[in-house]
């Protein structure tokens, strides 16, 4: 492979070489109905415009079609003709097993349970997971944001407050699936709070509503002197638009069910259509029946209500009064719904904060996130401190939950508590970790389960076991327990019982090697056509400068060079293109050697340059 | 095999050690590679008023060209040029046993 063309230097002044350039780190938000990515240029952060047909917006639908993967509207489009081939609300679906995703959602979608009790699509020509449709949105954000950035490697990616350990841990493999080093998972509403924050320099307490497609969040929030401090989420992982539209198209329903798939997703589609129009307008036709916005109030109401119920929750665990809050930032598109401003404005008694775009504000916020953690002077005065969604705990004799660490506690965090033997004798502890909040056993999730092994037989409560728990800052957890007498220890990072398992990622990065290489054609192929739309602009140049020069045959020459690689720049074969511009340089190299000397002359005033030799 | 100097690369080698103060007769160019850079690798094109000890030597019209033995492994088989294009124009390694190169295309890992 031939080096770049290079230049000599003084001795020992060849310049060290500790990195390449590299692009910025960027914020990703990986939504349930929209993703972006922003990255900061010049201390601001914005978003790539244009990702997907001229909007900064990729809708997160992937399909499958013969030979070739589709993400955004390409996907959308193709959603009600082949909607077995094609997934959207694919984040419905992270870490979940079929039986938890909402009924009226997962009967859209063919599934089965995969290895480790996870859903899995069965699509016509082959089976895939959430993981890896999720990693199909976050390669074509990747993709289409390096024609302008440059090769990206590490990203910060949003996720809902609520989200569990292994929600959490499926947006991290699905990361690492679409090649990005996953610098932080940060909570959306959290991001959102960066994104203003830094912006306005604001103070005092603030509440982020985020009511997207898919998911509603609410954070409660302190900003002191540009310290943000997360003091209560809250949410529901199974509220949004998308319920909106459920709603909204519920009259309709059963009409649809009876036609199949298709017309329900048709329905669908319509509804969400209707739904944003009746934002502006008082009425609209959904199929043909007329509907008001007093009408989709009417049937969304509950939903809003259902909202501000966890909005009063998380105010209570902040032990906050709505009228403490300073300001209220609304985030998501579904809170360019009217009803739910004017619901949110009451309960709060004040206009709620839009002057960031709502759709953008989690990805400019994130980008931000990214930013700090790699600037080389990463500023230390903005310290962000996320906490816990879900509390963290223990199974205790008789299937009572102990919580270890509380949920809303700051981030990292680690908390250990001792336990002891309930039986003569017992040499084993049996470590049941779970999440949630509620007190028994079976009403919360079973993150994992470990045996303690060794502990000394002793009467029932005499032996001394130590359990810490110890979250980082990702929210992903670690249990060790250690028995005090003999030292003996076990730790398990928490393999969520609804993650894919290390195997399961290993195979799905082998069979994603087929991608990366049509991912690494299409960047050659790019850079190719780069290269040579310069080349072609030089040489019209010269030709236009230094045409006399030439001899007409040499003129010649390259004239057809030059319309050879034109024509060549329409082909998609990298090769075709790199195999032209050799074309055109070779046949003008004579001439570049002319202009370089006629340069040269007219530096030296005259002379010509082999006297100086 | 070993390394090639292009009589188009020692022409402009010589042009260059011309125009510099410091020339003297035993000055020529030192190529070469060292560690560094993303891929592992990367090039050393400079002058040098003196051989080191252990140095090949390499002379095309007139021009020496010293590579140090280490550096002389991975660059065997290279053909060490200068190119004129219409973009740009600089001296070229020409490396058969560079397999890789990073985005940038200045550093470089070696098929061994
Ligand atoms: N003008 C509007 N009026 C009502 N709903 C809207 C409007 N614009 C977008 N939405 C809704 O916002 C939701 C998408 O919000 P977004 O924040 O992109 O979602 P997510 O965070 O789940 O990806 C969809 O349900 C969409 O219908
Ligand atoms: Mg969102």
Known sequence: MDSPLLDIVEPGATPTKEKCPVSPAVGIDLGTTNSLMAWVQGGKPRCLADVDEGSAMLPSVVSYAEGEVLVGQAARRRALEFPHQTISSVKRFMGRAPNEVPPEIRKLYRLAEGDSGVARFYLKDRDTSPVEVSAEILRALKSRAESTLGPI????ITVPAYFDDAQRQATKDAGRLAGLEVLRLLNEPTAAALAYGLDKGSQG???????????????????????????AVGGDTQLGGDDFDLALAGPQMDAAQKSGPHAVQQLLQEARAVKEVLSDLPEARLQGRLVTRD???AAITPLVEKTLGSVRRALKDAALKPQDVDGVILVGGSTRVPLVRRKVADLFGKEPLADIDPDQVVALGAAVQADLLTAENAREDVLLLDVLPLSLGLE???????????????????????????????????????????????????LARFVLRGIPPLPAGFARIDITFAVDQNALLSVTAREQLTGISQTVEIKPSHGLTDEEVERVLLSSFEHAESDLEARTLLSERVEAGRILQAAQKQLVANGDLLEPSERQAIESNIAALTLATKSDDAGTIHLAIEALDHSSSDFARRVMERGLQRAMGGHRASEFA | MAITVTVQAAEQIKKKLAARAQTTAQSGLRIGVKGGGCSGLSYVIEFADAPRAHDRVIEVDGVKVYVDPKSAIYLDGTVFDFET???QSGFVFKNPKVKSACGCGESFTPAV
């Open chain 1, 153 to 156: 490697t590490q990203a910060v």
């Open chain 1, 205 to 231: 307490t603030f509440a982020v509503y985020d009511l997207g497609g898919g998911t509603f969040d609410i954070s409660i929030l302190k900003l002191i002197e540009g310290v943000f401090e997360v003091k």
């Open chain 1, 295 to 297: 009408e989709l109030e």
């Open chain 1, 396 to 446: 205790t004799y008789g299937g009572i939950v102990e919580k270890i660490i509380h949920r809303n506690t700051t981030v990292p965090n680690s908390a250990a508590q001792t336990f002891t033997t309930y039986a003569d004798g017992q040499t084993a502890l049996d470590v049941h970790v779970v999440q949630g909040e509620r007190e028994l056993v079976a009403d919360c999730r079973s």
């Open chain 2, 85 to 87: 294009k219409l973009l």
